[in-house]
């Protein structure tokens, strides 16, 4: 099983990225998925969720509105678009796969909004 995230760097504020998530080794389209962040000093927080079909999403309060999780079965790969980046939004960025007992996370991405 892998989850393989890319796409993060630095950005400027205001700015925007776009990470993936490519995914092998389980049945992807089974899995609901989700990105996590964990910024220095502090506990990894959940960001975003989708469903295994991509019918359903929910993001955390602090992204809603910047964000946005999406999925391609066809290519197991989740991605998240981050505009209108924030300095807040700093930290190392986490793939999530999650089916009923089994669950499965990526090495993560770094992310750094300079201001």
């Known amino acids: 099983v892998q989850l393989v995230e890319s796409g993060g760097g630095l950005v400027q504020a205001g700015g925007s990225l776009r990470l993936s998530c490519a995914a092998s080794?389980?049945?992807?389209?089974?899995?609901?998925m989700s990105w996590y962040r964990q910024a220095p000093g502090k506990g990894r927080e959940l960001v975003a969720v989708?469903?295994?079909?991509?019918?359903?999403?929910k993001y955390a309060d602090s992204v809603k509105g910047r964000f946005t999780i999406s999925r391609d079965n066809a290519k197991n790969t989740v991605y998240l678009q981050m505009n209108s980046l924030k300095s807040e939004d700093t930290a190392v960025y986490y793939c999530?796969?999650?089916?009923?007992?089994?669950?499965?996370w990526g090495q993560g991405t770094q992310v750094t909004v300079s201001s």
């Open positions: 989708i469903s295994s079909a991509g019918g359903s999403t």
């Open positions: 080794g389980f049945t992807f389209s089974s899995y609901a």
């Open positions: 999530y796969a999650e089916y009923w007992r089994y669950n499965y």
